[in-house]
């Protein structure tokens, strides 16, 4: 436990080295938000009825907010310093260290996580909520979607380092990144919440293990689910994602391994 | 006769140039396919979303489903032009001032600015944008029927160079504060994240976004002044495309030539 304090302490000073970063963040957030909200309050001006998908707007609004906000916390640029390493060779280095590399990885993440939830998230959410009417959760689902947001945390991790672990097999890691962004965006309900999908795009959704990354963690806080056995269903598909997800990472960690040392001679 | 003479060469220079990036394309295909691949998906996922809020509502602010089709189809010939050929001053922003290496640029026989983005000519994953924005904007005038007469017709590439002219500037006045801060590359991030704002219908807009967007980050040219031109026949704005267009490449030049300037004094 204490060996992984230190890559911690490390994640967190190379952040803070990279102060820039947190203003790149809360535009893209606030822009990604404005664009959305604005675009979906059209809609509701243009419609009789004043729900949708069973979203009244103050809380599509608030759905859409904290998608970014989400988004935004799970964004640990994992990926990119892990397809980093690999290009650039310092990856060896890791093979030598007495720890897990995929937990070392871990442990450098979350304090980024952390700090951008903390110094983004709150800032991005405050402007939001001082222009737009929100939906305040109920200490239940706020409860639920802490749970929820923590395993979410899990599964993005899982599907960064993935996505990092690209980088032994290709050199162009932008273009990897930015389909991986696109995908998981839209299946994990970013920018569009799956109940208002039309139905085989939100069965498809439903089957990856991204919406357990947005979409079930907004449903949980948003009181969106039918009684508690749905709600603990949310829960435990995101579990047994978070689970399959290291699991995989941890194969495809050992693979790499092989090769690495297979170039190495 | 001079002017001419300058503006063959550096085309000529131009199309050199861009046959060896072709041929680096051939060369790494599988970088090609996961660059232009990636940006034709993002497309695809901003159509999606569009068809998905067409399911709820006939029209949002005044505009049909083919209408923003069409804009956002049309709002990406401009960004994928722009993105094939000044994708360097990316990198100029993030490290080129800072670490020295800006200095090659200076010691070649042709502008600067021209040598900087040379090295990144035809970069491949613009071709994403442009092709699907191509095909994009093809298929929702057809559907609208839209018959366009000669004279906008023969404006329409002159609307998209324009707006390429246009993101080309900002991106420009933006790397070049590089010149005093040694990395802008925040900044002309945050600059080229609002231009997400561009491939939709600007009425949807608060007003004051809506005039930031057209007169002090002019994205408003690049996709929605020149679309409801074409669209709608609406002619009030597009005299400014033109003032807007001049006055931007002016100010941009101007500032990346003080910028350079400066950076020869203290590179000395």
């Not at chain 1, 304090?5 to 490390?10: I, P, Q, R």
């Not at chain 1, 949708?52 to 998608?67: E, H, Q, R, S």
């Not at chain 2, 931007?248 to 030049?253: E, H, P, Q, S």
Request: aromatic content about 12%; proline content about 5%.
């Amino acid at each position: 436990m204490k060996r992984y304090a230190s890559f911690a302490g490390a994640g967190l000073q190379a952040l803070l080295q990279y102060r820039s970063t947190f203003l790149i963040s809360a535009v893209t957030a606030t822009t990604a938000v404005g664009v959305q909200v604005f675009l979906w309050r059209a809609v509701y001006a243009g419609r009789e009825s004043g729900m949708l998908g069973g979203f009244d707007l103050p809380t599509l609004t608030t759905y859409v907010l904290l998608a970014q906000i989400l988004g935004l916390v799970q964004a640990n640029r994992v990926d990119e310093e892990v397809s980093g390493e690999v290009q650039r060779g310092d990856i060896a280095v890791s093979l030598v260290r007495p720890v897990s590399y995929p937990l070392a990885r871990f442990a450098a993440g979350l304090p980024v996580s952390l700090t951008n939830a903390v110094l983004v998230a709150v800032p991005v959410l405050l402007l939001y909520a001082v222009l737009l009417p929100l939906t305040t959760p109920t200490a239940t689902g706020v409860l639920l979607f802490v749970c929820s947001a923590a395993l979410s945390l899990v599964i993005g991790f899982g599907v960064n380092l993935l996505v990092g672990f690209a980088g032994f097999v290709t050199t162009n890691i932008w273009g990897v990144r930015v389909v991986k962004d696109t995908v998981v965006a839209f299946f994990a309900g970013q920018v569009v919440p799956l109940a208002l999908m039309p139905g085989p795009l939100a069965a498809v959704a439903h089957v990856l293990p991204f919406q357990g990354m947005v979409d079930g963690p907004l449903r949980l806080l948003l009181g969106h689910y039918d009684g508690l056995p749905d709600a603990a269903g949310i829960l435990a598909v995101q579990l047994l994602w978070a689970v399959a997800l290291s699991g995989l990472a941890a194969v495809a960690w050992r693979g790499a391994v092989r090769r690495v040392e297979v170039l190495g001679g | 006769m001079r002017a001419l003479t300058v503006v063959t060469r550096y085309a000529r220079l131009t199309w050199h140039l861009s046959a060896v990036s072709v041929h680096r394309l051939t060369e790494y295909r599988m970088d090609f396919l996961l660059g232009a691949g990636g940006l034709l998906l993002r497309v695809v996922c901003q159509v999606a979303v569009i068809g998905m809020v067409f399911r709820q509502v006939p029209e949002i602010a005044g505009w049909r489903y083919h209408e923003v089709l069409f804009l956002l189809g049309f709002s990406l010939l401009p960004r994928g032009l722009d993105r094939m050929f000044t994708d360097q001053l990316w990198v100029m922003a993030r490290k080129l001032v800072q670490n020295g290496e800006f200095f090659r640029y200076l010691i070649r026989p042709v502008h600067p600015l021209f040598s900087l983005l040379s090295e990144r000519f035809l970069y491949p994953d613009g071709f994403g944008e442009l092709l699907t924005g191509a095909a994009l904007t093809w298929y929702a005038a057809a559907h609208l029927e839209l018959g366009l007469g000669t004279g906008a017709l023969l404006l329409a590439p002159l609307l998209v160079l324009c707006g390429t002219l246009i993101l080309a500037s900002i991106k420009t006045l933006f790397a070049s504060l590089a010149f005093w801060t040694t990395n802008s590359f925040p900044a002309l991030y945050a600059a080229n994240q609002l231009g997400d704002f561009s491939g939709y219908p600007l009425d949807l807009y608060h007003p004051s976004l809506r005039w930031l967007l057209t007169w002090l980050l002019p994205y408003a040219f690049t996709a929605y002044v020149p679309a409801t031109y074409l669209l709608f026949g609406r002619t009030a704005m597009l005299p400014w495309l033109f003032v807007v267009t001049a006055g931007l490449v002016t100010l941009a030049l101007a500032v990346w030539h003080r910028g350079v300037d400066r950076y020869e004094m203290t590179g000395s």
